[in-house]
C-alpha cells in the first residue's frame, strides 16, 4: 500500500512537454509526511490506463492521477477508469452545473462533457474554472494542466486523505564516501546495518568520477527520525574507522 502518481498524456512520452508534477507531488506529500512510492507514466490510451488503474488498486494504492480528463477525443482518462472498475461513465449534474455557472450558453454542446464520470464518482473542486475533476476508489483525478492540478491536489490530500498525514515523517541522512574503496568492497557493511537496525533504507549511488571530483558514492540511510539516526553515526563511523575512504556529511543528524 500507498501513494502512486500517475501521469497521464502523449505528450510527455513523446517529449513534446516536461513532466513538471512529479517535483511539485513529492513536495506536497514531503510536507505532510507522506512518502511517494511510486510514478507511473501512461499515454492517452485507454486500456492501459485502466489496466495500470485496476493493478494499483488491486494492490491497495491511493492513486493520484494528473491528465486526460479534457473533452477533446484524446482524453481517455475518465473512461478508463470506469472501464477499470466496471462502471458506466454518466453525467454528474453537480459538475454540469458548475460548468454552466462558469460558462452559461457556451457550456453546451462541449464544455459539460467535462462532467461525465464513472458512475458513483464524487468530484475535486477546481479554483480555477470549476470545471471539477473526480475521484473513486482511492483515485482522485485532476488535469494536467499544472495550475488547476497542483492546487486541487493539496485539497485532495488536506480534505480527503488526512489520515495518510504523518505527524513524524521519515528522514533520510546521507554522506559520500571518497576513496579506493568499491561498491562491492562495502556490501557486507551496508548488509549489517540492515541487520542491526531493523526499520531503516540504505540507498547506494556510486560515481566513477571524472576531473573534478575522484570516484565516490553517496550513502543515505532513511527511516524513524529514532532509528535513523544511530544508524547513521553508527554505518559512518564504521566507514571511518575499517574503510580507506574519506567521508564528508550531505545530511547528518
Not at 513529492?26 to 512510492?37: D, S
Request: a negative charge; proline letters at 8%; one cysteine or more.
Amino acid at each position: 500500500m500507498g501513494v502512486t502518481l500517475l501521469i497521464v498524456g502523449d505528450e510527455i512520452l513523446s517529449g513534446k512537454r516536461q513532466d513538471r508534477h512529479l517535483a511539485k507531488v513529492r513536495e506536497l506529500l514531503q510536507a505532510r509526511g507522506i512518502e511517494l512510492a511510486e510514478v507511473r507514466i501512461v499515454g492517452d490510451d485507454e486500456e492501459r490506463i485502466a489496466q495500470t488503474v485496476s493493478q494499483l488498486h488491486a494492490r491497495g494504492d491511493t492513486v493520484l492521477s494528473c491528465g486526460g480528463i479534457g473533452a477533446t477525443p484524446d482524453d481517455r482518462t475518465r473512461q478508463a477508469v470506469a472501464r477499470a472498475f466496471g462502471l458506466a461513465v454518466v453525467r454528474h449534474p453537480e459538475g454540469e452545473a458548475l460548468i454552466v455557472n462558469e460558462y452559461g450558453d457556451k457550456a453546451y454542446p462541449n464544455r459539460v462533457l467535462m462532467a461525465d464520470f464513472p458512475a458513483g464518482a464524487a468530484l475535486i473542486p477546481n479554483p480555477v474554472n470549476r470545471v471539477a475533476g473526480f475521484s473513486i476508489n482511492g483515485v482522485y483525478c485532476v488535469p494536467g494542466f499544472p495550475e488547476m492540478a497542483w492546487p486541487m491536489l493539496e485539497w485532495v490530500l488536506d480534505t480527503q486523505l488526512p489520515h495518510l498525514h504523518s505527524a513524524t515523517p521519515p528522514v533520510e541522512y546521507s554522506l559520500r564516501a571518497t576513496g579506493t574503496s568499491a561498491e562491492g568492497d562495502l556490501l557486507d557493511l551496508m548488509e549489517q546495518v540492515l541487520r542491526d537496525f531493523p526499520g531503516v533504507s540504505l540507498s547506494s549511488l556510486p560515481s566513477r568520477g571524472d576531473a573534478s571530483r575522484p570516484r565516490h558514492i553517496e550513502f543515505g540511510i532513511k527511516g524513524p527520525a529514532a532509528i535513523a539516526a544511530p544508524a547513521f553515526v553508527w554505518f559512518r563511523q564504521q566507514l571511518v574507522d575499517g574503510y580507506p575512504v574519506e567521508v564528508a556529511d550531505l545530511r547528518a543528524p
